[in-house]
């Protein structure tokens, strides 16, 4: 049974919320950008419209969930009064009580995604490191565990490029996550070098092995994000897939390499960007999104260089390099660390299982929190 300082807690901290959210401020915002949707010549051009549209669903999944939170606590505060009188159980009050504190906590999570691109769907690509079989093998490993992650919270995985292993796992592997709020803003907590320690079941003398890959997560851009694409600088190649998805894929040339010259604005550096895609059979398609998976990248190149310029507050912590790995999953001692936030967990089988947000949380609310107070 809760106490009445838990009680206390739940009900102030949804005050808070109800301040630092800007509740009143946003309803009347809702009200003036709904206004706006409702113009004659409102979809005369559909991409402003459709940016508008996402701005007014933006505000209005605040309100509601905070509305959500306040019904919460008002429902908790009216059972552990109800229990008094002997009209609920305790079970009854525990169960309200988490339920109010699991939606301040997602509320009090998002709002630490103030970036414009935390909202936006992402792309996670993990390449292994050096080690072959062993490193190939974990790769795929940690693939399946985003995916896992990913399905748990509703979103849409779509594996645009897969690079198999030798022998097993895969060498590289790039998908797309979609059809979820803050895929990216979640998933950036996970760029970097993972490390994996294990009693290798390909080595004869069962010894322990290290082996590495990395994480790379880009923001997904969509049609209301402008990015230039030089076409002077884009040239393709075609070839046929291999792997699953039958004798059509691989006698028709329909997967596609996209090469792209890129100059660095600033130190005029160049380097070529490469990007295969064999989503589909549909060549066409292939292209389409390859383009897609281009502008994210020169997108995330973007940003990262207006964060620099900003901020410096993850040199050493957040920096992803080969050899600094941000975590380390030691399957003898059953210990999962961030090496960034301290965080670890004794669940090993959990967190391959996609049991990551503990992670996520830590990484937000240490890192996320500084940026929101650079900004204010």
């Not at 309200?96 to 999570?109: G, P, Q």
Request: proline fraction near 2%; charged fraction near 35%; include cysteine.
């Amino acid at each position: 049974m809760i106490t009445s300082d838990q009680l206390k807690d739940v009900l102030e901290r949804t005050e808070k919320l109800h301040h630092y959210l800007n509740i009143d401020q946003k309803k009347v915002e809702f009200e003036e950008e709904q206004l706006r949707t409702q113009a004659p010549d409102f979809w005369d051009d559909p991409k402003r419209a459709e940016a508008q549209m996402k701005k007014v669903k933006g505000i209005e999944k605040w309100l509601n969930g905070y509305k959500q939170c306040k019904q919460n606590a008002d429902e908790l505060q009216l059972a552990f009064d109800y229990y008094k009188e002997e009209l609920v159980t305790e079970e009854e009050v525990d169960a309200d009580y988490a339920k109010a504190v699991k939606c301040i906590e997602d509320l009090e999570l998002k709002n630490m995604l103030r970036q414009d691109e935390d909202s936006m769907d992402a792309v996670l690509k993990i390449n292994s490191g050096a080690g072959g079989t062993e490193a190939q093998d974990w790769a795929s490993m940690l693939m399946r565990m985003y995916m896992r992650w990913c399905e748990a919270n509703g979103y849409k995985t779509t594996i645009t490029d897969l690079q198999p292993g030798e022998e097993v796992g895969v060498k590289s592997m790039t998908m797309t996550i979609e059809g979820g709020e803050y895929a990216y803003g979640y998933l950036k907590s996970e760029n970097g070098v993972h490390r994996l320690v294990r009693v290798s079941p390909y080595n004869a003398q069962g010894k322990r092995m290290t082996s590495f890959a990395s994480v790379f997560v880009t923001p997904l851009v969509d049609d209301t994000i402008e990015v230039y694409v030089d076409p002077a600088k884009v040239s393709w190649d075609t070839f046929r897939s291999s792997g699953a998805g039958g004798q059509n894929v691989n006698k028709v040339e329909s997967g596609v390499r996209l090469r792209y010259q890129y100059e660095d604005p600033d130190t005029g550096e160049k380097e070529e960007i490469l990007i295969e895609n064999t989503e589909t059979r549909d060549q066409p398609k292939n292209r389409e999104k390859a383009m897609k998976l281009l502008k994210s990248q020169l997108y995330d190149r973007a940003l990262k260089k207006q964060q620099a310029e900003k901020a410096k507050i993850e040199a050493g912590k957040k920096k992803i390099e080969w050899g600094s790995q941000i975590r380390s999953y030691v399957f003898d001692d059953r210990r999962v660390k961030d090496h960034r936030t301290g965080y670890q967990t004794s669940d090993v089988d959990g967190v391959m299982d996609g049991k990551i947000d503990g992670f996520i949380k830590a990484y937000l609310m240490e890192f996320a929190e500084s940026d929101a107070e650079k900004e204010d």
